[in-house]
């Protein structure tokens, strides 16, 4: 399976924010729960195009590419297996220059944040502490195409031409 990029980005942000690599992991429903103590499970919840997309062409290499940029609202819900502690440190480390660097890299921004507490769906068999953060944020995500080009036009005969026809 495929990792949505937004997620994975997300990832990264908890992972920043906890200090710890690979804190963070894509919540997969029935997945096998990971070995380490202490993690978090990132979930894209909904996502929504706002707006127009805009287009650009840019040239590259001789290869003409339109990309399209898409205003986008992400939703994502951030669950950590340690209490309280963790949504804490997530949400407070949302103005620290390293994550603010991490947003604009990836043109990314938090909109709104609400800290849930003891989600009451249990890991595995057994009653954990499960609280969670959701997060809105706003991207614009470009998606690019390679463009057909007319090199060569071939004329055989022109019948009747019109040159500078007057108004």
Not at 40 to 64: C, S
Not at 85 to 109: C, E, G, H, T, V
């Amino acid at each position: 399976m495929q990792l949505n990029n937004d997620v994975l980005f997300m990832q990264k942000l908890v992972d920043e924010a906890m200090g710890v690599p690979k804190y963070a992991y894509p919540m997969n429903k029935n997945a096998p729960k990971p070995k380490d103590k202490e993690f978090a499970a990132v979930l894209l919840v909904e996502e929504n195009a706002i707006g127009q997309p805009t287009d650009k062409i840019v040239e590259r290499e001789g290869i003409l590419y339109q990309q399209m940029y898409t205003p986008t609202n992400l939703k994502f819900k951030v669950l950590f297996t340690n209490g309280e502690q963790a949504p804490s440190k997530f949400i407070s480390s949302f103005r620290r220059q390293k994550m603010l660097d991490l947003f604009k890299k990836n043109r990314m921004s938090i909109l709104d944040f609400k800290k849930a507490v003891n989600d009451d769906v249990s890991l595995e068999t057994n009653w954990e502490i499960r609280d969670y953060v959701m997060v809105d944020c706003f991207i614009y995500k470009m998606f690019e195409d390679v463009m057909d080009v007319i090199e060569i036009v071939e004329v055989h005969e022109v019948k009747d031409a019109v040159v500078n026809p007057t108004p």
